[in-house]
């Protein structure tokens, strides 16, 4: 069963990091590339970022590029969002998100972690 | 960037009855087009990718159709599991935007 569980969610201050992180299980993790999106308190869905499976490839959001950096360890099967610079517009559910591979849609997604950027 | 917007903003529905919701994007994403479910307090859901195809275990009163700037996603005969939330994502530009969704409620 292909398993996506965030963790590193919390409160943080204004201009604080935090890094996120996502392990995968029931798949051959390091095949397949992933993405963060996340939804603000009662908003819609937002692309942050993308990685392709061996970390060759890699986009971010304008809202986020300077501030977020996105990373793999195939070895871990494990998926790393390190968010710093943050403010109170990132304050939201973060998702991690697989894209199939015969197809790209994003086809599994994890429970989601809750960033708070508050003073 | 691509812009897509969804329409309605929300769709007030009975069980049985047959719902309609609009993706329209800024420019052409040739069939790069997926449609996603979201219920409260869950994760979304893949329901068509490439604007037409039905994902895995998604049922078939799902479907999905257009191409270029205009796409539709049908539920033939509204069951209650249906009502939720549905967003729209591209794949043709990045960012691969999502629309701001349609909320699909019981009448």
């Known amino acids: 069963e292909v398993q996506l569980v965030e963790s590193g969610g919390g409160l943080v201050q204004p201009g604080g990091s935090l890094r996120l992180s996502c392990a995968a299980s029931g798949f051959t993790f390091s095949s397949y590339s992933m993405n963060w999106v996340r939804q603000a308190p009662g908003k819609g869905l937002e692309w942050v970022s993308y990685i392709s499976s061996s970390s060759s490839t890699i986009y971010y959001a304008d809202s986020v590029k300077g501030r977020f950096t996105i990373s793999r360890d195939n070895a871990k099967n494990s998926l790393y969002l390190q968010m710093n610079s943050l403010r109170a517009e990132d304050t939201a559910v973060y998702y991690c998100?697989?894209?199939?591979?015969?197809?790209?849609?994003?086809?599994?997604w994890g429970q989601g972690t809750l960033v708070t950027v508050s003073s | 960037e691509i812009v897509l917007t969804q329409s309605p903003a929300t769709l007030s529905l009975s069980p049985g009855e047959r719902a309609t919701l609009s993706c329209r994007a800024s420019?052409?994403?040739?069939?790069?087009l997926a449609w996603y479910q979201q219920k409260p307090g869950q994760a979304p859901r893949l329901l068509i990718y490439d604007a037409s195809n039905r994902a895995t275990g998604i049922p078939a009163r799902f479907s999905g159709s257009g191409s270029g700037t205009d796409f539709t996603l049908t539920i033939s005969s509204l069951e209650p599991e249906d009502f939720a939330v549905y967003y729209c994502q591209q794949r043709s530009n990045w960012p691969y935007s999502f629309g701001q969704g349609t909320k699909l409620e019981i009448k």
């Open positions: 998100a697989r894209v199939g591979l015969r197809v790209w849609a994003l086809d599994y």
């Open positions: 420019q052409s994403v040739s069939s790069y």
